[in-house]
């Protein structure tokens, strides 16, 4: 299924691109940019030289544009996140043409979440001025640890203050804020990951994303792994029973919110709805069909140089499996599987062999309510396990 | 039949034996020294590659002798090890004489003695050879010594030679023509010629070897195999010359074969008499026996494909080797495989090799295991190769074990170990004598399940190699064995369950689960892993539940990376085998298999 480059004018499915692209999606834009690399992070993502940013948003235009012509017209996005790498390493002036580009392509519905993830150090007023003034509604601020010594050992470019602050200005401006904490590293302990968390809410934040420090291939840590990695387990599973009590659901595996203040971009992800994803190392799915951009800066403005999409990975899963996934997909969430809406989307024999390895999980794992299957609050610390299962 | 003379050479491995034989010969023109290639009655790379002899290779020599006449000599080769110890006893039941090659450095070893013995025992002239006088280390006097009052032979007509160099190879040759009598019987009684092996030759079918003791026997004649009593018409009959050369007739007292269209080896077994099918000989010959394989293990091919390749493999090895038993079996962690039984530890090894060079199948071997007899409560007796043979304790009156006598002759600074080793592996003293002052002939009676795990490696590693032994079977005794099953979170697991005594049971009961402990990967929920003896746990371990799991971020979107990383998880997994509800990893059942002693 691999392909250097993908003509998207003999593209088989550009019918059913242009359909899928007819209705309302979620839409992705990377920023692969950073100040530096951070060395557990797999993103792609450089360091800018000068006139890197400028010419990259030239590109994004490009690859944006190519995909309205498929469809012939605007993509309707019903939500918008902007990632990375850093969004807030581009300037104020950088933001404006950025958001130039996705005006013109791009038909906003109302009732628009968009999110951009920041980074505290990077992040200013001037950042959060112009957010307001345009359409963001969300900001996801990369946080990792309030503790000094934490961050030095994560080797992150910003300190506890400057990350405090950032939440601070993120709250008072009125954005839907959510906090990206990390867990699972040397020296951490139980005492520091609560203050850690308590001081985050302190801010009157309403989202929490928790991830436990990974290590990746091609990543810096992953080819030579730090020493002394404490268990993450204990530490998830106070998170588990300390934010509940502050008001906090876990709605996701790695997700806690406010009620209704879920991330619906990211349950976009989860449900199997359609997502557009655009610039190096970006992923997308329209009606089964699954792409991923080249994970290159030079590679990818290599195609849309040439007019081409700067795809490298496709597949469309066959019935059976991409039913399977999309139940790994969706138990992600605390929705779970909906029987009935499963059922519909992939069939009885689908539903039957889901049900089969669904019995199969020990009892204090899973939980059945009005006919959704979900993950109890262990199923979800054991929840790599359970979806081995399903393969 | 005068100036026919068959003899065999007897020694301890590495003593020289085949060395000798390629002298012998060299010397009788039997082979042009050009042609020679070192030991060659060695056929099999194998055999020669370990210095032993595992199949046999009669070779048909003149000589013209000092007195001006000229002699047939027949050389029959023995195999030098005791697990052949039948086909050795076959073989000099064939001869009339014996070289008895001794070492001159390192004097009488173990199987010199039980090979002396079995010469003497089939009423053969034993003529000794101290070979290897050109080494530095030789001393003929102190070994010559060892000859008299060690084995009690009359050591002043010993021959004193070195097969390398070619010194007293024409002595040799001398004494098998004036000391070794020629054979007695009657060409005109009725046929009976004994059969001291027998080949499969993939073109003319069975080959057999035999000495003929009485009668004639030529193309045409209608044969019986008395013990298996099948009737068959000789398509030909030969000596080796080495190779096989066609003859009118054989005739009493001469070594040759005959080839009678036999298509399976079991019908022509060694030690088996033939006689003439329309006026047979009263009686067979004495001495036969069908032997029973000792020692079991199990074969699985690695590659799961290679199944049929193994059949095949095995099917042809014992077209060549009529001791070799095997029936199919399935292991939990390897799959299909066959239930191999063995005459010993040496016969499983190189049947093994065997398979794994000349059918090039790479494949598992599980550690050996032996039979035991079990008399039930209602009088029966029963034959377990395997635990899960085993029935209900309660209707065991009694289980009895195969037992060796071991004979080790070992300097005398490394008696103690030696001894303590045989006591840890439950040896019953049985005598001890000095041979010279530094040298000690040790015996215990040991059951063989204890001998063969690795009594050998840690006997030569406490003796530092000075250590050699010899064994002989001694029948089953009355053992107090249990069967200890391994139970995982309460599901007894057959591939686990072992046999040993019961003073053991508790120590390896823990070791195996200790073991298991640590093979078991944590799973949702806690698992119990117990040994029991009947309904008696007597050991138990927990594995605690699985703790571990990772919550990445979702890259931009990418959810097969995630689907990716689980997909080599589950791979590693796709390899455990389901228990209950507990998955135990292969290398859980092939560390069971391939070592439970350690730890």
Redesign the interface.
Known sequence: MRKDNLNYSVMPLSESFSWALSCPVSL?V?IPFCVQKCPYC??YSVVPKTGDIESYLNLLDNELKMWTSLTGGKIHAQTLYI?GGTPTVLSSKHWEQLILTLERYVNFLPLLEASVEANPGTLSLGHIKLWRSWRITRASLGVQSLDDAELSWLKRPHGAYEAADAIAALVASGLDTSVDLMFGFPGQTIRSWHRTIKDCLKFGIRHL????L?L?ENTPWGENPPEGLT???PL?RFAQWYLPKRGFIQYE??SFSLPRHWCRH?IA?WQGGN?L?IGP?????LNGY?Y?NASDIKLYADSISRGEFPIV?E?ILPNEKAAA?SA??ALRTMWGVSARAFRRKWGWQAYKKFLQVWHL??ED?KKTIQGKHAFSAKGF????????QF? | MNNIRNFCIIAHVDHGKSTLADRLLEHTNTIESRKMRQQFLDTMDLERERGITIKLVPVRMKYKAKDGNEYVLNLIDTPGHVDFSYEVSRSLAACEGALLVVDAAQGVEAQTLANAYLAVEQGLEIIPVINKIDLPGARPEEVLRQIEEVIGLDSSQAILASAKEGIGIIEVLEAIVNRIPPPSGDPNAKLQALIFDSVYDNYRGVISYVRLVNGRIKKGQLILFMATEREYEVEEVGFFTPSMSAANELKAGEVGYVIANVKAIWEARAGDTITDAISPADKPLPGYKRIKPVVFCGLFPIDRDDFPHLREAIEKLQLNDSSLVFEPETSEALGFGFRCGFLGLLHMDITVERLRREFEIDLVATAPNVAYEIVLSDGSVIEAHKPSDFPDPGKIEEIREPYIRLTIFLPADYVGKAMKLCQDRRGEYVSLDYITTERVRLVYDLPLAEFIVDFHDRLKSLTRGYASIDYEHVGYRKSDLVKVDVLIHGEPVDAFSFICHKDDAYKRALSVIKKLKELIPRQ??EVAIQASIGSRVIARENVKP???????????????RK?KL??K??EG?EKMKMIGKVQVPQEAFLAFLKADEEG
């Open positions: 992705y990377h797999a993103f990632g994303s928790i991830y436990e990974t990746e268990e993450g387990y998830y595996i790695a990211n992800y997502f994803g190392s970006a992923w997308g799915y699954r991923g990975y597949e996934e790994m997909l999980l020990p794992c610390r054991v929840a790599n396990s359970l979806w081995e393969l | 949702l929920f699985l703790r571990k799991n990772v919550i990445a971020k979702c890259y931009g979107g990418d959810v097969t689907r689980l997909e998880q589950k997994k």
